[in-house]
Structures are given as C-alpha cells and as structure tokens.
C-alpha cells in the first residue's frame, strides 16, 4: 500500500465573509468594514494508498469536514489540487468523477424525506447511467441487503427508520455509485453507542468484501484506532502529525497529538484527573503566528512563537509540524473507553 492513490496537494480553502446589512449601509456611508476570511484548510497535503483506510482526527472546528468535502470534490479548493489516480478530482467548480462518494455525519439530514428509500439509493446510478431502469429496482433491493437491511424497505421513507437504519441507507446510497474512495464524515458520531459498534462492524466488513479506500473522518480516538491504517492529526487547518495508526497511539510526536489522547477517559488506572487540553482553539480569522499550537502548548519556546514548523519526516512513514518532536514522550497509557470490543 505504499504507491499513492489519492494525493493531496498543498491544498487549502477559505471561505470569504457575506457582508451584513449594517456593514453594507457602513460601506455606502463611507464607514470601515473589516472582512476577514476563514482559513479552513491551509496548505494540506496528504496521501492515501489503494485499500487504506486514513483516519482524519482533531478538534471540532480544526476543518477536517471541509478538507473531506475538497476531496470528494463538493467544496473547490482555494488553491492546491485534489488526484485520484493521476487525475483531477475537480476543475472549473464542478466535481469530475463519480468514483469519490460520501457519507455525512447526520443521515436524516442528508436524505430527501419526499423520497422512497429505494428512490434514494438509485438516484445517482440512474442519473449516471450505471444502472437500467428496467433493473433498478433489483439493485436497490440487492444494496440494501449488502447494509444489512430488509430488502422489503425499499417503499419505505426516511421517517420510517432509526437513526442506524437510515444511516445504512445513507452507506447503501453511496455504495450504489460504485466508488473506488469513500468519503466517511464523521458517520457515527450522532448514533448511539450500542449501534455505533454495529456501523463500524459494517465498514469492516465492506471494506473487506469490496475493496474499499476510505477517508475516515472522526473525533472518537477508539474508533478511528479499531479501524484505521494511518492516522493524520488535523488542527486549525493544519495537519501536525501522520504515520500508521499504531505507532502514533503508542508515540505520538507532536504535542497536540499526546494532549488528545491524554484527554480520553480510560477504563483502568484507577481514579485519574481529567486533563483537558489547556486553553482555547484560536480563531481561524485571526490565527497565531508561527505555530498555531504554541499559545496551548507545554512545550513552546521562543522559536515556536517566531518560526512555523515544518511537516518532517521524524523517522520513515512518520511526520510531525513540531520543533521539540523528538521530546514529546509517551502518553498515558491505558484503554481508551471507547476501544471496548465492536462484536
């Protein structure tokens, strides 16, 4: 798995502030009106090899949804581009290729409550051309079958199911299009935790029945750690640290790394102080200079604050964004909560 499927490069994407009312009235008056753009992605590159699966992890609000909609190519880039296998996966303001499909965070909300699940997961297939209408409703049966669901739902709508139900549709949707990557954004993250287990259990055994590459986008250590080759820590648009999800969890190099995973709660070791990262995410809008972590960081000297890091190679197939790698030591060592056994 070491030749690149997808590539990332240098991409970055930010978004530029609608003016309001009463800052259009101050522009005509002649007033001062301050526009700030939101760096959401800066500068992110990345590989995936064919058959990985990437684990994307960081705080809300440090734009690992936003560079998961750049490659699956429903957000353009600001600058940078997106190749999979060699090709762009977007140009012009529209997306290229049916071979990157997605699953969102919240399946209710990304399902037309209007249509019929077997309407839904055939949509796309039919508007492309994938499938005939005369087999469509077969291969809506068949999808849903794959995900795990009664054949016999495909006359059924949205409201009719659970939260895990509809999220299956949303799997099965995707699946349909027969893609090569699979964009996961977050895709458990509002279920329960009894019926996150069954989800993941599902990408585990597609993956491996279909040969799936897979984004996996994710605040939850555990289940990134259960399902995931690589890892790649995001913060304030920034990945600060990638390398094989095992060697990260049990080494982290970058001090923001070694703070999140000391900020799970773990099953064994007693009574422990809950240590939450210390400080605040700052604002994307006005970011900190050179290193965006120093103003939280334990181990800031005065280069951090004058001079960016570079993402470097620590040692082969790891990187880290951190003048004092080679000083981050081991976090706690423990299970996480949720690293409990998925079946």
């Known amino acids: 798995m070491s030749e690149a499927f997808l590539t990332v490069d240098r991409v970055s994407k930010r978004f ?29 590159s990345l590989t995936i090899a064919r058959g990985e699966t990437l684990g994307l992890v960081g705080e809300s609000g440090c734009g690992k949804s936003t560079l998961g909609r750049v490659i699956a190519g429903i957000l353009m880039p600001s600058q940078g581009r997106v190749l999979l296998d060699g090709a762009p996966v977007a140009a012009r303001g529209r997306k290229l290729t049916t071979r990157i499909q997605t699953v969102f965070q919240d399946p209710f909300a990304s399902l037309d409550p209007r249509m019929r699940i077997g309407e839904t997961v055939l949509e796309g297939p039919l508007a492309h051309g994938l499938v005939k209408r005369q087999e469509a409703g077969r291969v809506a049966r068949a999808w849903l079958e794959t995900v795990g669901l009664d054949p016999d739902y495909v006359g059924r709508y949205p409201h009719q199911f659970s939260g895990g139900q509809r999220q299956r549709v949303a799997i099965a949707r995707a699946l ?10 977050e895709p458990v993250a509002s279920l329960d935790v009894s019926i996150q287990a069954q989800i993941i259990n599902l990408f585990l055994r597609l993956r491996r029945e279909l040969d799936l590459t897979m984004l996996f986008i ?28 095992a060697a990260v969890y049990a080494a982290p190099r970058h001090p923001y790394t070694k703070a999140l995973m000391e900020a799970v709660p ?46 470097r190679v620590i040692v082969p197939g790891r990187r880290a964004a951190c003048h004092r790698a080679e000083e981050v030591g081991p976090p706690f060592v423990g299970t996480l909560a949720a690293d409990l056994p998925l079946s």
């Open 16 to 44: 530029a502030p609608h003016l309001t009312l009463g800052d259009r009235i101050a522009a005509r008056l002649g007033g001062a009106v301050e526009r700030r753009a939101v760096q959401a992605v800066s500068e992110v």
């Open 176 to 185: 349909a299009m027969k893609p090569d990557l699979l964009v996961c954004d």
């Open 218 to 245: 994710s605040h939850d250590l555990g289940i990134v750690r259960h399902l995931c080759d690589r890892v790649a820590v995001m913060y304030l648009g920034r990945i600060v640290e990638s390398g094989p999800t």
């Open 266 to 311: 773990k099953l064994e070791g007693g009574a422990a102080a809950f240590r939450p990262i210390a400080g605040e995410i700052p604002s994307p809008t006005d970011p900190p200079k050179a290193c965006a972590f120093h103003p939280r960081c334990p181990l800031a000297i005065e280069r951090c604050r004058i001079e960016p890091p570079e993402l």
